[in-house]
C-alpha cells in the first residue's frame, strides 16, 4: 500500500497526470503534459483519460548524471559530425550506455512506488500499463517528432516498467531521432525525456485510432476526420493497416437532433494488434476475421462522441489537434490516450491558393489516398525494407510497403512517396505532410507495378484519390493570392461534381455551389443502378449479384447502401460551403449511362437518341424509374433533415412541360421534399426551350432557375453537342440562344425568382460572362479550376457599359 504523502516525497521524479498541465512541458514533455491537461481541464467537456503518471526530465538528467551518459553522447555525437564514425555507429554506442545504465535507487523506488499506487486506484494487483516516451522538444507547434521515440504497450509489473522506462529512454538517440534533432536544429542534451506511464485500455479487444480536428489534406478547419481499426492503435498511427474513415462536420455537433456524419469509408483492416501469447513478445499481429473486415469499427453515436471531444480539446487548446483515442473492448467504453498541436495545415495561410493541374492524364499505374494536393515527378526508386535506404537515390519517387521513423531521413530527399499500406493519418502521411512531400498512401501493390527506375507522375491533386501515372505528364501550378481578388455584385459560385474534390475549394470565396452533380456520385461510389437495388430478383448474371451484395452486406437492405452513401457524398459537397446555398441536381443520366451502371442493363431500353430521350424530370414520375427516385428524395431528405445540411436546394433538370413539372412536385412530396417544409427550396434547370417560352408559368412552381447553358444552346440551335462534326456551330453567344438568355432572366425577374447560369461559356468568353452581367443575372456558377481567373473577368465586366459585351 502507497500513500499519498509517500508519492508527494518523490515529486521530483514524478507527476500525476492530473497535478500536471500544458504549462509543464519543461518537465515532463510535450505528449504527458498534454496527457495532463486533457485530465485536469477537460473532464467537464466529458473527455475520458486513462489513469497514469510521468517520469520528470529531472528524473531523466539525475539518470543521465548517475551514469556518466552526457559525455559518451557528446563524444560520440562529435566524431559522428567530423567524420570519424557514421551516424549509425554513433547511436549504437549511446543506445548500449543507455541500456547498460542502471537507475539510481531513489528514481526507481519513485516509479516502483507510483506504479503500485496505479494498481491500487485500478483495484488491481499487477495492472498492464502503456509505456509511452514525451521528449521535451516533442508535440510542439511547428515540430510533430511524430514516432521518433518508442512505445511499449501491454508492460506489467515493477521490473517490466522500468525496463521499459530504460528502453524509452534509449530510443531519444536512435538513428532516426538524432537525424530528426539534427534536421530541425534541437541540442540533443538540450532535449530530455519524460516518460508516461499509463493504465492500458481493453483495445486490444476493442478498437483505436487517430482523430484530427482539421482535414488534414485540404485544411477545411470544420471537419473533424477520425480513423478507426480493430485492436491496439499501433497500425493506425504506424501504417500497417488500411483504416475506417469518418468525418464529421463540427458546426452542426451542438444539436443532439442532428448526426452530422459526412463520410463512412470502410477500410481494408485486413489485421489487427493484440497482446502477445507469453514470452517477451508484449503485442503480436493477427489476421483479421472476414467480417471485421466488412464491418464498421464506430456506430454514429460513437463516432459523434468522439467528434464532440475533438471539438472541446481543440477549443481548450485554441487551435488545431492530433489526437489518438481507444475503445475498451471489455467496458465498451471511449478514452483519449493523446493529444497534440496538428503542426501542418495548421500553419497554412488561408489567403494564398495554389493549384496544380494535369494537362491531360496518362495511363494509370496505381491509386491510394493523397496526401497534398500537389503534383510531383521522377523515377520509381523501390526500398522494401529499411536496411536499404542507403540505396535511395535523391529526388525519386520512393515506393515501399510501409514507412515508420526509420525512413525519415529519406523521406525528405524524395521528390514523391507512395505506400502499399497506410491511410491517411498513417507515418508515411503525416511526415509527408510535415516534410511537404507529395505523397500517395494505401495502394496496395505499388511495389509491385511499379518498375525501379521507370519515370512516373504522381498526382495528388485530383482529389482525396491519388493516382500515379505512367510517364512524365506536362502540368501547370497556378497560386493566387485570394485577398487580392476583387468583390462582385453577380454571386459568384462553383460546380462540383466529386465529394473527395469539394474539400479542396473550401478558400475560395464562393457563394456557394450552383451545380452538385447527383450522377456523380451515383457512377462513382454508389455504381449500382437504383433499380437494381430495389429489385435484385431482376439482376440474373450471378457476378453482378455477388458485386452487388458484397457492396451492400453492412446496410441493412440494398436500398439504404444507396440512400447513406448518396447521402453522405452530397453532405460532403455542402459541407465547405455552409450555410451559402448548395444546389443539388437530381440525376440526369441518360439510358445509355445508367445502363453502364451495375445491374443497369436490365432497366433500360435502348434508345436512338438518350440525350432527348427518357432523362430528366420525365423518369421521376414513370413506373419503370420511379421506385429508384424515391432512392434520391430520400438521400435527399436525409442530408437535409438528419445530418443537418439545409442550405440544400434541390433543382429539378430537363423538365419539358408545365403538367410534367406539376407531375414531379406531386412525386416530391410525397417523398417527403416539400417545397418550403424546413425551409426546403425547389428550382428548375432551364435548359429546354419550352422553359423559356413558358417562364413566367414555371416560375409560379419554382423558387429559382438555372440555365443550363450546354442543352439549351444545343436545343435552340439543333446542333448535337457531342458532335466533332458541328463543333463549330456550337456556340452559347450566337443571338438565338443570347436571345433565350436575356428573355428567360427578366421574366425570372418579373416573377420575384433568382436566376443563375452554370456552364464553361462564361469561363471560356469574358463577353459572354459580361453579356449575362448585364442583363442582371444573380449567379453565375463556374468550374473551381477556372473561378480564380473568371472571377476578375466578372468584376471588370460589371464597370463596363453594356455596349462591350454579347449582343
Given at each position: 500500500?502507497?500513500?499519498?504523502?509517500?508519492?508527494?516525497?518523490?515529486?521530483?521524479?514524478?507527476?500525476?497526470?492530473?497535478?500536471?498541465?500544458?504549462?509543464?512541458?519543461?518537465?515532463?514533455?510535450?505528449?504527458?503534459?498534454?496527457?495532463?491537461?486533457?485530465?485536469?481541464?477537460?473532464?467537464?467537456?466529458?473527455?475520458?483519460?486513462?489513469?497514469?503518471?510521468?517520469?520528470?526530465?529531472?528524473?531523466?538528467?539525475?539518470?543521465?548524471?548517475?551514469?556518466?551518459?552526457?559525455?559518451?553522447?557528446?563524444?560520440?555525437?562529435?566524431?559522428?559530425?567530423?567524420?570519424?564514425?557514421?551516424?549509425?555507429?554513433?547511436?549504437?554506442?549511446?543506445?548500449?550506455?543507455?541500456?547498460?545504465?542502471?537507475?539510481?535507487?531513489?528514481?526507481?523506488?519513485?516509479?516502483?512506488?507510483?506504479?503500485?499506487?496505479?494498481?491500487?486506484?485500478?483495484?488491481?494487483?499487477?495492472?498492464?500499463?502503456?509505456?509511452?516516451?514525451?521528449?521535451?522538444?516533442?508535440?510542439?507547434?511547428?515540430?510533430?517528432?511524430?514516432?521518433?521515440?518508442?512505445?511499449?504497450?501491454?508492460?506489467?509489473?515493477?521490473?517490466?516498467?522500468?525496463?521499459?522506462?530504460?528502453?524509452?529512454?534509449?530510443?531519444?538517440?536512435?538513428?532516426?531521432?538524432?537525424?530528426?534533432?539534427?534536421?530541425?536544429?534541437?541540442?540533443?542534451?538540450?532535449?530530455?525525456?519524460?516518460?508516461?506511464?499509463?493504465?492500458?485500455?481493453?483495445?486490444?479487444?476493442?478498437?483505436?485510432?487517430?482523430?484530427?480536428?482539421?482535414?488534414?489534406?485540404?485544411?477545411?478547419?470544420?471537419?473533424?476526420?477520425?480513423?478507426?481499426?480493430?485492436?491496439?492503435?499501433?497500425?493506425?498511427?504506424?501504417?500497417?493497416?488500411?483504416?475506417?474513415?469518418?468525418?464529421?462536420?463540427?458546426?452542426?455537433?451542438?444539436?443532439?437532433?442532428?448526426?452530422?456524419?459526412?463520410?463512412?469509408?470502410?477500410?481494408?483492416?485486413?489485421?489487427?494488434?493484440?497482446?502477445?501469447?507469453?514470452?517477451?513478445?508484449?503485442?503480436?499481429?493477427?489476421?483479421?476475421?472476414?467480417?471485421?473486415?466488412?464491418?464498421?469499427?464506430?456506430?454514429?453515436?460513437?463516432?459523434?462522441?468522439?467528434?464532440?471531444?475533438?471539438?472541446?480539446?481543440?477549443?481548450?487548446?485554441?487551435?488545431?489537434?492530433d489526437m489518438e483515442w481507444a475503445k475498451d473492448g471489455v467496458t465498451g467504453?471511449?478514452?483519449?490516450?493523446?493529444?497534440?498541436?496538428?503542426?501542418?495545415?495548421?500553419?497554412?495561410?488561408?489567403?494564398?491558393?495554389?493549384?496544380?493541374?494535369?494537362?491531360?492524364?496518362?495511363?494509370?499505374?496505381?491509386?491510394?489516398?493523397?496526401?497534398?494536393?500537389?503534383?510531383?515527378?521522377?523515377?520509381?526508386?523501390?526500398?522494401?525494407?529499411?536496411?536499404?535506404?542507403?540505396?535511395?537515390?535523391?529526388?525519386?519517387?520512393?515506393?515501399?510497403?510501409?514507412?515508420?521513423?526509420?525512413?525519415?531521413?529519406?523521406?525528405?530527399?524524395?521528390?514523391?512517396?507512395?505506400?502499399?499500406?497506410?491511410?491517411?493519418?498513417?507515418?508515411?502521411?503525416?511526415?509527408?505532410?510535415?516534410?511537404?512531400?507529395?505523397?500517395?498512401?494505401?495502394?496496395?501493390n505499388a511495389t509491385g507495378v511499379l518498375k525501379p527506375g521507370s519515370e512516373?507522375?504522381?498526382?495528388?491533386?485530383?482529389?482525396?484519390?491519388?493516382?500515379?501515372?505512367?510517364?512524365?505528364?506536362?502540368?501547370?501550378?497556378?497560386?493566387?493570392?485570394?485577398?487580392?481578388?476583387?468583390?462582385?455584385?453577380?454571386?459568384?459560385?462553383?460546380?462540383?461534381?466529386?465529394?473527395?474534390?469539394?474539400?479542396?475549394?473550401?478558400?475560395?470565396?464562393?457563394?456557394?455551389?450552383?451545380?452538385?452533380?447527383?450522377?456523380?456520385?451515383?457512377?462513382?461510389?454508389?455504381?449500382?443502378?437504383?433499380?437494381?437495388?430495389?429489385?435484385?430478383?431482376?439482376?440474373?448474371?450471378?457476378?453482378?449479384?455477388?458485386?452487388?451484395?458484397?457492396?451492400?452486406?453492412?446496410?441493412?437492405?440494398?436500398?439504404?447502401?444507396?440512400?447513406?452513401?448518396?447521402?453522405?457524398?452530397?453532405?460532403?459537397?455542402?459541407?465547405?460551403?455552409?450555410?451559402?446555398?448548395?444546389?443539388?441536381?437530381?440525376?440526369?443520366?441518360?439510358?445509355?449511362?445508367?445502363?453502364?451502371?451495375?445491374?443497369?442493363?436490365?432497366?433500360?431500353?435502348?434508345?436512338?437518341?438518350?440525350?432527348?430521350?427518357?432523362?430528366?424530370?420525365?423518369?421521376?414520375?414513370?413506373?419503370?424509374?420511379?421506385?429508384?427516385?424515391?432512392?434520391?428524395?430520400?438521400?435527399?431528405?436525409?442530408?437535409?433533415?438528419?445530418?443537418?445540411?439545409?442550405?440544400?436546394?434541390?433543382?429539378?433538370?430537363?423538365?419539358?412541360?408545365i403538367h410534367e413539372a406539376e407531375t414531379v412536385m406531386d412525386v416530391m412530396?410525397?417523398?417527403?421534399?416539400?417545397?418550403?417544409?424546413?425551409?426546403?427550396?425547389?428550382?428548375?434547370?432551364?435548359?429546354?426551350?419550352?422553359?423559356?417560352?413558358?417562364?413566367?408559368?414555371?416560375?409560379?412552381?419554382?423558387?429559382?432557375?438555372?440555365?443550363?447553358?450546354?442543352?439549351?444552346?444545343?436545343?435552340?440551335?439543333?446542333?448535337?453537342?457531342?458532335?466533332?462534326?458541328?463543333?463549330?456551330?456550337?456556340?452559347?453567344?450566337?443571338?438565338?440562344?443570347?436571345?433565350?438568355?436575356?428573355?428567360?432572366?427578366?421574366?425570372?425577374?418579373?416573377?420575384?425568382?433568382?436566376?443563375?447560369?452554370?456552364?464553361?461559356?462564361?469561363?471560356?468568353?469574358?463577353?459572354?460572362?459580361?453579356?449575362?452581367?448585364?442583363?442582371?443575372?444573380?449567379?453565375?456558377?463556374?468550374?473551381?479550376?477556372?473561378?480564380?481567373?473568371?472571377?476578375?473577368?466578372?468584376?471588370?465586366?460589371?464597370?463596363?457599359?453594356?455596349?462591350?459585351?454579347?449582343?
Open positions: 500500500m502507497y500513500s499519498a504523502h509517500e508519492a508527494s516525497l518523490n515529486s521530483a521524479h514524478i507527476m500525476w497526470f492530473e497535478d500536471s498541465g500544458i504549462q509543464d512541458i519543461p518537465f515532463v514533455g510535450g505528449k504527458n503534459a498534454s496527457l495532463g491537461e486533457l485530465t485536469r481541464s477537460l473532464r467537464s467537456a466529458g473527455v475520458k483519460v486513462p489513469d497514469g503518471f510521468a517520469t520528470t526530465a529531472d528524473a531523466y538528467r539525475h539518470f543521465l548524471s548517475a551514469n556518466g551518459l552526457e559525455s559518451v553522447i557528446s563524444d560520440s555525437l562529435d566524431r559522428y559530425r567530423s567524420g570519424g564514425s557514421s551516424l549509425r555507429q554513433a547511436g549504437s554506442i549511446i543506445r548500449e550506455a543507455f541500456l547498460s545504465a542502471e537507475f539510481p535507487p531513489d528514481f526507481a523506488r519513485s516509479v516502483q512506488q507510483s506504479y503500485g499506487m496505479l494498481c491500487e486506484r485500478a483495484g488491481q494487483e499487477q495492472l498492464a500499463v502503456a509505456v509511452r516516451s514525451s521528449a521535451t522538444a516533442e508535440d510542439l507547434p511547428d515540430a510533430s517528432f511524430a514516432g521518433q521515440q518508442e512505445t511499449y504497450l501491454n508492460v506489467s509489473g515493477e521490473r517490466g516498467v522500468l525496463e521499459a522506462c530504460r528502453q524509452c529512454y534509449a530510443s531519444l538517440f536512435t538513428d532516426r531521432a538524432i537525424s530528426y534533432r539534427e534536421i530541425k536544429g534541437f541540442g540533443h542534451l538540450d532535449v530530455a525525456l519524460s516518460v508516461g506511464v499509463q493504465r492500458m485500455v481493453r483495445s486490444d479487444v476493442g478498437a483505436s485510432g487517430v482523430m484530427f480536428s482539421i482535414d488534414t489534406e485540404s485544411g477545411f478547419p470544420r471537419s473533424v476526420v477520425i480513423s478507426a481499426a480493430w485492436g491496439l492503435g499501433e497500425t493506425v498511427v504506424q501504417g500497417t493497416i488500411n483504416p475506417d474513415k469518418y468525418q464529421v462536420f463540427k458546426p452542426l455537433l451542438g444539436d443532439p437532433s442532428l448526426v452530422p456524419v459526412i463520410q463512412r469509408d470502410i477500410g481494408a483492416k485486413e489485421r489487427k494488434m493484440v497482446y502477445g501469447q507469453g514470452g517477451s513478445a508484449r503485442t503480436r499481429l493477427v489476421a483479421t476475421s472476414e467480417q471485421e473486415q466488412r464491418s464498421l469499427v464506430l456506430t454514429d453515436s460513437e463516432i459523434l462522441q468522439l467528434a464532440r471531444w475533438g471539438a472541446a480539446v481543440e477549443e481548450h487548446y485554441g487551435r488545431p489537434m467504453e471511449l478514452f483519449m490516450v493523446q493529444a497534440r498541436p496538428e503542426t501542418v495545415q495548421a500553419q497554412r495561410s488561408a489567403s494564398s491558393f495554389r493549384m496544380h493541374h494535369l494537362r491531360r492524364p496518362g495511363r494509370l499505374l496505381a491509386t491510394g489516398a493523397a496526401v497534398g494536393e500537389s503534383i510531383t515527378q521522377g523515377p520509381v526508386c523501390v526500398i522494401r525494407d529499411a536496411g536499404d535506404i542507403e540505396s535511395f537515390v535523391d529526388g525519386s519517387i520512393l515506393v515501399t510497403q510501409m514507412t515508420d521513423p526509420d525512413w525519415v531521413p529519406v523521406m525528405k530527399r524524395a521528390a514523391g512517396i507512395v505506400t502499399d499500406h497506410g491511410g491517411p493519418t498513417s507515418h508515411a502521411a503525416i511526415v509527408s505532410r510535415e516534410l511537404g512531400v507529395p505523397a500517395i498512401v494505401g495502394t496496395g512516373v507522375t504522381v498526382s495528388c491533386a485530383e482529389g482525396e484519390q491519388g493516382r500515379v501515372y505512367e510517364g512524365l505528364l506536362e502540368f501547370d501550378v497556378e497560386e493566387v493570392d485570394l485577398g487580392t481578388l476583387p468583390a462582385t455584385r453577380t454571386d459568384v459560385m462553383i460546380n462540383v461534381a466529386s465529394p473527395s474534390a469539394a474539400f479542396r475549394w473550401w478558400r475560395l470565396p464562393a457563394a456557394g455551389v450552383g451545380l452538385a452533380r447527383m450522377e456523380f456520385i451515383i457512377n462513382n461510389l454508389i455504381r449500382v443502378h437504383p433499380m437494381a437495388l430495389v429489385h435484385p430478383e431482376r439482376v440474373t448474371d450471378a457476378d453482378t449479384a455477388v458485386s452487388i451484395r458484397d457492396l451492400t452486406a453492412n446496410y441493412e437492405c440494398p436500398e439504404e447502401y444507396f440512400v447513406s452513401v448518396l447521402a453522405t457524398g452530397i453532405a460532403k459537397i455542402a459541407a465547405p460551403f455552409h450555410p451559402k446555398p448548395v444546389v443539388v441536381r437530381l440525376s440526369d443520366f441518360k439510358s445509355n449511362e445508367y445502363a453502364h451502371l451495375m445491374g443497369g442493363q436490365y432497366f433500360e431500353r435502348p434508345e436512338e437518341n438518350p440525350m432527348l430521350g427518357f432523362r430528366g424530370a420525365s423518369r421521376y414520375y414513370s413506373n419503370e424509374y420511379k421506385e429508384g427516385f424515391e432512392l434520391e428524395c430520400r438521400a435527399l431528405k436525409s442530408v437535409r433533415d438528419v445530418i443537418g445540411f439545409t442550405n440544400i436546394i434541390v433543382m429539378v433538370p430537363f423538365c419539358r412541360t412530396a410525397d417523398n417527403g421534399l416539400v417545397r418550403g417544409s424546413n425551409g426546403l427550396r425547389i428550382y428548375m434547370m432551364c435548359e429546354v426551350p419550352s422553359n423559356v417560352v413558358l417562364a413566367e408559368q414555371f416560375a409560379q412552381m419554382f423558387d429559382g432557375f438555372s440555365v443550363g447553358s450546354n442543352d439549351l444552346t444545343q436545343l435552340v440551335l439543333g446542333v448535337d453537342r457531342d458532335s466533332e462534326m458541328l463543333a463549330g456551330l456550337f456556340d452559347e453567344r450566337d443571338p438565338a440562344v443570347t436571345t433565350m438568355i436575356s428573355q428567360v432572366i427578366k421574366a425570372a425577374h418579373r416573377a420575384g425568382i433568382k436566376i443563375g447560369l452554370c456552364g464553361q461559356g462564361p469561363s471560356n468568353h469574358p463577353d459572354f460572362a459580361g453579356f449575362l452581367v448585364h442583363e442582371g443575372i444573380d449567379s453565375i456558377s463556374l468550374n473551381p479550376d477556372t473561378f480564380l481567373r473568371t472571377l476578375p473577368v466578372i468584376a471588370a465586366a460589371e464597370q463596363r457599359p453594356a455596349e462591350d459585351s454579347v449582343t
